[in-house]
């Protein structure tokens, strides 16, 4: 009784919204590269061998969006129209344009007579000062928008992820492996995985009940090949036969053929993929989409910031799940409100929990971007396969060092 099911999925970095989340990022990361303080928010569409660049950013350079992205696609993959897109002769149209003064005042703090320094260049998406602002005129960043954000943590896997969305990144990014170093020639750079899993009443993992695999193939490759390949060069190597039952359904490839892939099949758009982004569903989204933001995004910031808490929580054994919280408001630098959702698993009395989490964690705009370490260029590879659980990345949100401050702050 009480027994449950979770289904979480994840892609490619070929399946049209990662390409299209890569190529924004791939965008913010160069424009911070060279000016940190650069104010970026890229959206990016993908349709038959066409990409549009649209957004906002300010900057204190010019750079070749153009070529970006086409270096982008290149190393996915895409250099072939019949893959679904050819990075030499994909055509590429760009609209960008300067962030509304109106949300500068709000980030950076500045009045009107201060906004009035500077101006935008003729040369391209980005702000000149006409003089040098009076000192201290940026006392501290406010939220570039207003919104909810979550961060999620559960004792269920190593890297505190639900098993599920953990494997579906695993099978994908597998996938994509044995593509780009060449052990499998046929395949293309789309690609989908879902894994669903039995739960017991207490949220402990049971068994795998199904896994669904469909990878892009040249044409002319045989089902039967297919399946042997993803069988025992995909699945095999990443899921525990511990998690299988004579009853677990493997689907790959389901209708028989995916030749006809990439933009090529299907359009992209930037921030499609949230649920792919997070937690595959476990735990709660505020909607906003992370790719192509600079940190003074909270859509971005705020849950990576969830994320980090909501991590050290756990490793620290305070509770076996949570879910952190914050809401903020346009131009404000403090949130509104922040929340702690331990689901019954807490170990020690929940208020204890927050009252730790708020004399030990800052979570001013200005200082989530420090702790995080958010003005270096990251982002790239964050734009398939999870912004979370990449403990091998180097990201400081899945960083584990602030357990002492939550075990012995009293």
Sequence with gaps: MNEYLVTSESVTEGHPDKLCDQISDGILDRYLEQDPEARVAVEVMASKNTIMIAGEVSARVVLDVVEIARQVIRDIGYDDERKGLDYQTCLVLTNLNHQSPDIARGVDQLSSDQLALWEPSSQGCRWVRKEEPRA??????????????????????????PMTIDLASKLA????????????????????????MKYDHKGRPLAITSIVISAQHQDGISASEI??????RVIRPVIDEKWLTPTTRIHINPT???????????????????????????????????????????????????????????????????E????????????????????????????????????????????MIKTLKLKRPQFLKTAAYGHFGREDQGFAWEETNHMEVLLNNE
């Design 256 to 322: 028989g053929r995916f030749v006809i892939g990439g933009p090529l099949g299907d359009t992209g758009l930037t921030g499609r993929k949230i649920m792919v982004d997070t937690y595959g569903g476990v735990g709660k989204h505020g909607g906003g989409a992370f790719s192509g933001k600079d940190p003074t995004k909270v859509d971005r910031t705020g849950a990576y910031m969830g994320r980090y808490v909501a991590k050290n929580i756990v490793a620290a054994g305070l509770a076996d799940r949570c």
């Design 173 to 196: 990014r597998r996938l994509g492996q044995i593509r780009k170093t060449g052990q499998v020639a046929w395949l293309y750079p789309d690609g989908k995985t879902q894994v669903t």
């Design 324 to 367: 952190v919280s914050l809401a903020y408001a346009i131009g404000l630098p403090e949130p509104e409100a922040i929340g702690i959702n331990t689901f019954g698993t807490e170990h020690i009395d929940r208020a204890i929990i927050e009252s730790r989490v708020r004399k030990g964690f800052s979570f001013s705009v200005n200082q």
């Design 227 to 232: 399946e042997a390949v993803i069988l025992n």
């Design 136 to 161: 201290g005129a940026i006392k501290d960043l406010g939220a570039g928008d207003q919104g909810i954000m979550y961060g999620y943590a559960s004792n269920e896997t190593v890297n505190y992820l």
